[in-house]
């Protein structure tokens, strides 16, 4: 099977073929990695091979389709997974991931782990450990983070799917970025064991970045539901998720806001993304109105989030120590800054803010009492530039004193935080809060720029919405078809 036969299909529409016997698992695996030789080179979305032996005895949904998985979250037996960071390079998973080994389940042939940030703790991915990932829609640009590797290569026509998590945009920020379906689940609804419980207070959920809604609904069937070791058992729908492609979700009443406290003037063509979604809908019979305010608060949710952030990476450094016994030279200067900055939050300071999620979630609730869902952009502007967030030199050689002389927490203190509150989040201050919040949230590829760069639109919906998400997904990409575009890398 050449690339323009493979590129054709979908992980469903290729599943079908290998059921059906006019290809085997064997040569779409072929297909797979004779793409990955030709353009990961360029784009530097795989860092690691898996093993794979593909055979025509697989069983599952997606028998014989090859997959990729995150180098964070998705432990493969025997492998690294390195996070991202040189520190964790070299130390071996003891099992696979629950979430992996529901993927091997079903069928999935796995062959390779994908690029992200040290720790998936920047919405770019550009780390030390493994080089930038580039979008394959412009090299010159990010393909976002932290699930940057997994959107590069299905954007590139590598795999149709692959697998993605989401703490604070990991999974709908890359999506945006490389014009993919990106779905954020619940709180609960896929799992991150056996070796953890949840991440995050539950911020962060497993998923997938695709090119067409049905294959992220059907994966979600796939991952979802609780396991034996997990926190609780989550309430599951009475219809699969892949049943719901093709349903009506009837007519929706939907609030629409453009503008961030973090980012009060998006870029011109955030609006265009939004206002291109909005005549869709509306030619779709939906009701969609804007929102003279943000229904929640936006800058504290964004102070909130960083300082949770902050806590977890400096936790993060701290587990990865004791695993690795790496020195401080074995993580990246941004990562030991917060990881100061985290070390440096009083636990009061750090629970007030994990309760006032209560505060974020309450005001998104009465704002759903109204409203069926809530529309913003994806991204403030369009895909930044490889490098656009290196610190300045100057700014290096002060960070590295105060990191040398263990006095970083004191950039609590100064505009600095503010500074990387604003670099952070300001071209993704939107997605934060389906995290915090718990609710489900999907990123669509409805626009194109007029340099021909993907920036999506993102609906949040209510807890349990998921198949509310998938229905309108579904609707919107018969509206204005978008799986056919794979980059052409030059």
């Given amino acids: ?221 796939v991952i979802c539901g609780g396991e034996p070791f997990g926190p609780f058992s989550p309430a599951m729908p009475e219809a699969s998720f892949a049943s719901c492609v093709g349903e009506s979700p009837g007519k929706l009443r939907i609030g629409v806001r453009v503008p961030s406290a973090i980012t009060p003037k998006p870029h011109a063509e955030a609006y265009a993304a939004v206002e291109n979604a909005v005549r869709v809908l509306t030619d779709l019979g939906h009701q969609v109105e804007e929102l003279p305010e943000a229904p929640f608060d936006d800058a504290a949710l964004a102070r909130d989030f960083l300082l949770q952030w902050f806590v977890n990476l400096a936790w993060k450094v701290a587990d990865a120590k004791r695993v690795s016994k790496a020195p401080d030279i074995a993580f990246e200067r941004d990562t030991l800054l917060m990881a100061a900055l985290g070390r440096a939050t009083s636990p009061v300071d750090y629970v007030d803010a994990v309760h006032r999620r209560h505060e974020h979630t309450r005001r998104l609730s009465v704002f759903f009492e109204s409203y069926d869902l809530l529309l913003t952009p994806t991204l403030a502007t369009p895909p930044p530039a490889v490098g656009a967030f290196d610190l300045p030199q100057s700014l290096q050689r002060a960070t590295d004193v105060l990191l040398k002389t263990r006095t970083a927490h004191l950039l609590r203190y100064t505009k600095i935080l503010d500074d990387m509150i604003s670099d952070n989040l300001g071209w993704v201050p939107y997605t934060q809060l389906a995290n915090l919040t718990g609710r489900p949230a999907i990123s669509l590829p409805l626009h194109w720029t007029a340099d021909g760069l993907p920036l999506g639109v993102q609906f949040v919906a209510p807890l349990a919405g998921e198949s509310l998400l998938i229905r309108l997904a579904a609707q919107l990409e018969e509206a204005l078809p978008w799986s056919e575009k794979v980059a052409v890398i030059r």
């Fill in 1 to 221: 099977m050449d690339f323009d036969e493979y590129r054709k299909y979908d992980a469903t529409g290729l599943a079908r073929l290998v059921a059906d016997r006019q290809v085997s698992a064997a040569e779409l695996l072929t297909a797979a990695r004779d793409r990955a030789a030709a353009v990961n080179p360029r784009i530097n979305a795989i860092v690691r091979d898996v093993p794979a032996e593909p055979s025509d005895d697989l069983t599952g949904p997606f028998a014989g389709v090859p997959f990729l998985i995150k180098d964070l979250g998705q432990d493969y037996a025997g492998l690294p997974s390195s996070n991202g960071s040189r520190s964790l390079k070299a130390h071996p998973a003891a099992e696979h991931s629950t979430v992996v080994q529901r993927w091997l389940d079903a069928g999935l042939v796995i062959f390779g782990k994908t690029n992200l940030p040290e720790f998936g703790a920047k919405a770019i991915s550009e780390s030390l450990a493994w080089g930038p990932a580039r979008n394959p829609w412009d090299l010159e640009r990010t393909p976002g983070g932290s699930s940057g590797g997994s959107a590069a290569a299905v954007a590139a026509g590598i795999v149709p799917c692959a697998g993605a998590n989401d703490g604070g945009g990991s999974i709908r920020i890359p999506a945006a970025c490389c014009g993919l379906v990106g779905l954020k689940p619940g709180r609960g609804l896929t799992p991150f064991g056996p070796e953890t419980a949840e991440m995050m207070h539950g911020a962060a959920v497993q998923g997938v970045v695709s090119r067409t809604v049905r294959d992220t609904a059907a994966m979600l069937d």
